[in-house]
């Protein structure tokens, strides 16, 4: 079984979902990115689109996210967003 990942997606006003899962895939200034359990530290600066979140019984959750940053750490993937809501 794939790593797991502890996710949570936060706006400016609420936390917008929050849980694991075993692959993150964001869009940042620098591109896309994808995280899997085991990635090394990293900090990005969000552009504005989708953040794809696979959850380990395999269900796809979307959110819209911009104007923010994400975090990983420690198999933590942290992204806080002005505006972020699940699609």
Request: aromatic share 2%.
């Amino acid at each position: 079984m794939a790593g797991i990942l502890q996710v949570t997606v936060v706006s400016a006003t609420a936390e917008v979902w929050s849980g694991e899962a075993t692959m993150v895939v964001a869009r940042t200034t620098e591109g896309e990115i994808g995280i899997l359990a085991g990635h090394e530290p990293t900090l990005g600066v969000l552009a504005a689109g989708e953040v794809r979140i696979t959850t380990p019984s395999g269900e796809k959750v979307t959110a819209k996210a911009e104007d923010g940053f994400l975090s990983v750490d420690n198999n933590q993937v942290t992204i806080v967003a002005g505006l972020a809501e699940i699609i």
